[in-house]
T-cell receptor, first 114, second 115 residues
Framework: LAKTTQPISMDSYEGQEVNITCSHN???????ITWYQQFPSQGPRFIIQ???TKVTNEVASLFIPADRKSSTLSLPRVSLSDTAVYYC???????????????FGGGTRVLVKP | KAGVTQTPRYLIKTRGQQVTLSCSPI?????VSWYQQTPGQGLQFLFE???????NKGNFPGRFSGRQFSNSRSEMNVSTLELGDSALYLC??????????????FGEGSRLTVL
C-alpha cells in the first residue's frame, strides 16, 4: 500500500483558498487518490477522488501531476464550517477480492479563522 | 436512503468487561469495515467483512473480534477491556460491486469509555 505524507495542520481565513498537498511517492499503477473530511465526533466523509490530472466537484478540486507522486486538494473560499481534518488515501479501489485496504494516515487539521 | 447506523452511541465500561458494538450498513452495501479512533493513534483499521467473511484485518490483538450476518449487519466485540480501548469506534460500509469507487460511508460512531 502506498504510504502518504501530508502536513499535520494548516491555518487559513474565511474566504481564502486552502491547498493541502499529499505525497505518495510509491503509488502503484492501479491506485486511486481519495480525500475524506472529518468533523469532530463524526465519521469521515468522502470529498473527492481521482486518478490523474484534475478532478472538480461542487466542494473541491483535486490536482494530480503527471508522475502521480503527489496530489493537492484545493478548497475554494473556505468558511468556518470547513474547519476539519482532511485525510489523503491511496489505494486500488477496484480490486474487489482484496477488499477495503484503505488506510487513513494522520490527516491534516485545517483551522479556518474568521 | 438511511445512512450507516451504529449502536450504542455512547457507553461506559470498566476494565475487564467486554463490549459489543453494532453496525447496520446502508441497504445494499455488503462490505463493512471497522475503525478505532483515538487522539494519540488517529484512525486505525480494525477489520473488514464482506458476505459474512472477514476479508481484511488490521494490527489489533485477538481481544478485538467481529462478525457479519447474512443481512450485512455487523458486530464487533472487545473482550477484557483495557483503559487504552477507550476510543471512538467507527463503522463504514461500501457498495463494493462492479466498478463502484470503493467510497466508504461512515456512521457517527460508538464512543467507548473504559474506567
Amino acid at each position: 500500500l502506498a504510504k502518504t505524507t501530508q502536513p499535520i495542520s494548516m491555518d487559513s481565513y474565511e474566504g481564502q483558498e486552502v491547498n493541502i498537498t499529499c505525497s505518495h511517492n510509491n503509488i502503484a499503477t492501479n491506485d486511486y487518490i481519495t480525500w475524506y473530511q472529518q468533523f469532530p465526533s463524526q465519521g469521515p466523509r468522502f470529498i473527492i477522488q481521482g486518478y490523474k490530472t484534475k478532478v472538480t466537484n461542487e466542494v473541491a478540486s483535486l490536482f494530480i501531476p503527471a508522475d502521480r507522486k503527489s496530489s493537492t486538494l484545493s478548497l475554494p473560499r473556505v468558511s468556518l464550517s470547513d474547519t476539519a481534518v482532511y485525510y489523503c488515501l491511496v489505494g486500488d479501489i477496484f480490486v474487489k477480492a482484496a477488499g477495503n485496504k484503505l488506510t487513513f494516515g494522520g490527516g491534516t487539521r485545517v483551522l479556518v479563522k474568521p | 436512503k438511511a445512512g450507516v447506523t451504529q449502536t450504542p452511541r455512547y457507553l461506559i465500561k470498566t476494565r475487564g468487561q467486554q463490549v459489543t458494538l453494532s453496525c447496520s450498513p446502508i441497504s445494499g452495501h455488503r462490505s463493512v469495515s471497522w475503525y478505532q479512533q483515538t487522539p494519540g493513534q488517529g484512525l486505525q483499521f480494525l477489520f473488514e467483512y464482506f458476505s459474512e467473511t472477514q476479508r481484511n484485518k488490521g494490527n489489533f490483538p485477538g481481544r478485538f473480534s467481529g462478525r457479519q450476518f447474512s443481512n450485512s449487519r455487523s458486530e464487533m466485540n472487545v473482550s477484557t477491556l483495557e483503559l487504552g480501548d477507550s476510543a471512538l469506534y467507527l463503522c463504514a460500509s461500501s457498495l463494493d460491486v462492479g466498478r463502484s469507487t470503493g467510497e466508504l460511508f461512515f456512521g457517527e460512531g460508538s464512543r467507548l469509555t473504559v474506567l
